[in-house]
């Protein structure tokens, strides 16, 4: 975009034009201009992480006198998408900067629920985001007996194959 403004004719009088990025980078700086002549701002915006440049907060049309404008900004969303083995189970759109909000804890047979990677955004970046449900296996006690003896027990990870002891028992 180009900016013009018609400065008032008298040529003795010079007028500045003072930028604010508006927590951005990247404004123009100042720019003075005697009567009789135009201020140009050629495609010089401030940037912001996480925002889009929406102008300035004044008009360049018609300068009678020194100026200061500041850089309008628009927040911008991103989208945090959870998935559980792969499949999308929440979706939700946090403007930069804000926190996501964890859905309620996934559950699975076998396995107990251990958090989300990456940790849920608390501070939205600008960028979107996938977390995935991790879990941890669960384990169980496994214990053989004869009778009222024990002849083994041991940890066994959820649905993992079984090794029977051969047991013995006199007369059968």
Same mark, same amino acid.
């Given at each position: 975009r180009t900016w013009n403004s018609s400065i008032p004719t008298n040529p003795s009088v010079t007028y500045t034009v003072?930028?604010?990025?508006?927590?951005?980078v990247g404004a123009p700086g100042a720019q003075t201009a005697k009567g009789?002549?135009?201020?140009n701002?050629?495609?010089?915006?401030?940037?912001?992480?996480?925002?889009? @440049?929406?102008?300035?907060?004044?008009? @360049?049309d018609d300068v009678k006198s020194d100026l200061d404008v500041n850089a309008k900004f628009?927040?911008?969303t991103y989208t945090v998408i959870f998935l559980v083995d792969g499949v999308e189970v929440d979706r939700q759109t946090v403007e930069y900067g804000q926190s996501a909000s964890s859905p309620a804890?996934?559950?699975?047979?076998?396995?107990? @629920?251990?958090?989300?990677?990456?940790?849920?955004p608390g501070n939205m970046p600008a960028n979107d985001v996938e977390v995935v449900a991790q879990w941890t296996?669960?384990?169980?006690?496994?214990?053989?007996?004869?009778?009222?003896?024990?002849?083994?027990?041991?940890?066994?990870?959820?649905?993992?194959?079984?090794?029977?002891?051969?047991?013995?028992?006199?007369?059968?």
């Open positions: 003072s930028y604010d990025a508006n927590g951005g009789g002549s135009t201020i701002l050629q495609a010089q915006y401030p940037s912001r992480t996480g925002y889009t @440049f929406k102008g300035w907060d004044k008009s @360049f628009d927040i911008n804890d996934p559950e699975k047979e076998g396995y107990t @629920f251990a958090g989300w990677s990456p940790v849920v296996i669960n384990q169980y006690t496994l214990t053989f007996k004869n009778g009222d003896q024990v002849v083994s027990s041991e940890e066994v990870d959820y649905n993992s194959v079984i090794k029977y002891p051969q047991l013995t028992n006199k007369g059968y």
